[in-house]
Nanobody, 119 residues
Framework: QVQLVESGGGLVQAGGSLRLSCAAS????????MGWFRQAPGKEREFVAN????????RYTDSVKGRFTISRDNAKNTGYLQMNSLKPEDTAVYYC????????????WGQGTQVTVSS
């Protein structure tokens, strides 16, 4: 059974940090690209960051560049999103996702973890 389970969300003050984790099981995580998305209340889900299977190729949405870092540990079947200098506008449910390649759709999704940044 394929599973992606996010953890590490919570309530943090503006300027603080959180590290999200995404534990994968039921598929060959090391062969998949992974991404992080977020959805704020009343808004559509948006792309945050992604990385290829090796973790060497990473991309970020402009609003998080220089503050967030995506990484992965294929030996642990886990992906991460380190979030620093958090802002209230980062408040959202954060989802991790996996896809077979950059040309494919994200077909595996987690349930999400809430991140709330207070001002």
């Amino acid at each position: 059974q394929v599973q992606l389970v996010e953890s590490g969300g919570g309530l943090v003050q503006a300027g603080g940090s959180l590290r999200l984790s995404c534990a994968a099981s039921g598929f060959t995580f090391s062969s998949y690209d992974m991404g992080w998305f977020r959805q704020a209340p009343g808004k559509e889900r948006e792309f945050v960051a992604n990385t290829n299977w090796s973790g060497m190729d990473t991309r970020y949405t402009d609003s998080v560049k220089g503050r967030f870092t995506i990484s992965r540990d294929n030996a642990k079947n886990t992906g991460y999103l380190q979030m620093n200098s958090l802002k209230p506008e980062d408040t959202a449910v954060y989802y991790c996702a996996a896809r077979r390649s950059r040309l494919a759709d994200y077909n595996y999704w987690g349930q999400g973890t809430q991140v709330t940044v207070s001002s």
